[in-house]
């Protein structure tokens, strides 16, 4: 079974550019997040989608966005990058229940210059 | 601000020694935890976790003790192998949550020297 799958897995922008990540969860699950991990601050919430809907958020601008695919698959958008939005960006999925484990991908690093 | 932190931001261990990474949380009623362990270049990958009506779960060559009293989270590895060199991330989901978000601590970079 394949897991969670990230691309692209390096990126570099320019302050003011925009960018988009893509997530392709493991096969049946329905529950795809992305966090942001940075030095300083560590692991982030963004975001949760489930079904296509946002289910949760977290505590970042608007500027970050993401959607979910009827296929699951998943999407970021961060908009008018800022030097500060360097960060590797993870994406996990899950099963449907409560409490269950979240699998990872191996991250999107992107450098904003 | 964090809600899950851990005590030591690095531990360095002889190959073959046990190794205990430490975690305090915050929300008493939290009731799922979960251990990752995320290698340099990777995502953080699951290790182990333990639900709050429990105190002790193992796996292989890694035990999970929960302390609710005092809302303490340990990792033990036993036997530490060159390759357990990682950071090591706890993470808790507060209650009511689903499964997200995992609120996680800033992470314990583990050293192994052989």
């Known amino acids: 079974k394949a897991g969670v799958t990230q691309t692209p897995r390096y990126l570099i922008k320019t302050r003011g550019q925009q960018v988009t990540l893509s997530c392709s969860p493991i096969?049946?699950?329905?529950?795809v997040s992305w966090y942001q991990q940075t030095p300083g601050q560590g692991l982030q919430f963004l975001f949760e989608y489930f079904s296509e809907t946002q289910r949760n958020k977290g505590n970042f601008p608007g500027r970050f966005s993401g959607r979910q695919f009827s296929n699951s698959r998943s999407e970021m958008n961060v908009s008018t990058l800022e030097l500060g939005d360097s960060a590797l960006y993870l994406c996990a999925s899950s099963s449907q229940g409560e409490n269950t484990e979240a699998f990872f991908g191996q991250g999107t690093r992107l450098t904003v210059v | 601000g964090e809600s899950v932190g851990l005590h030591l931001p690095t531990l360095s261990v002889q190959e073959g020694d046990n190794s205990i990474i430490n975690c305090a949380y915050s929300n008493s009623a939290s009731d799922y935890f979960i251990w990752y362990k995320q290698e340099s270049g990777k995502g953080p990958q699951f290790i182990i976790d333990i639900r709050s009506n429990m105190d002790k779960r193992q796996g292989q060559r890694v035990t999970v003790l929960l302390n609710k009293t005092v809302k303490h989270l340990s990792l033990q590895i036993a036997a530490t192998q060159p390759g357990d060199s990682a950071v090591y991330f706890c993470?808790?989901?507060?209650?009511?949550?689903?499964?997200?978000?995992?609120?996680f601590g800033k992470g314990t970079r583990l050293s192994v020297i052989a």
């Open positions: 993470a808790e989901i507060p209650p009511f949550s689903g499964n997200t978000p995992l609120v």
């Open positions: 096969s049946g699950h329905r529950s």
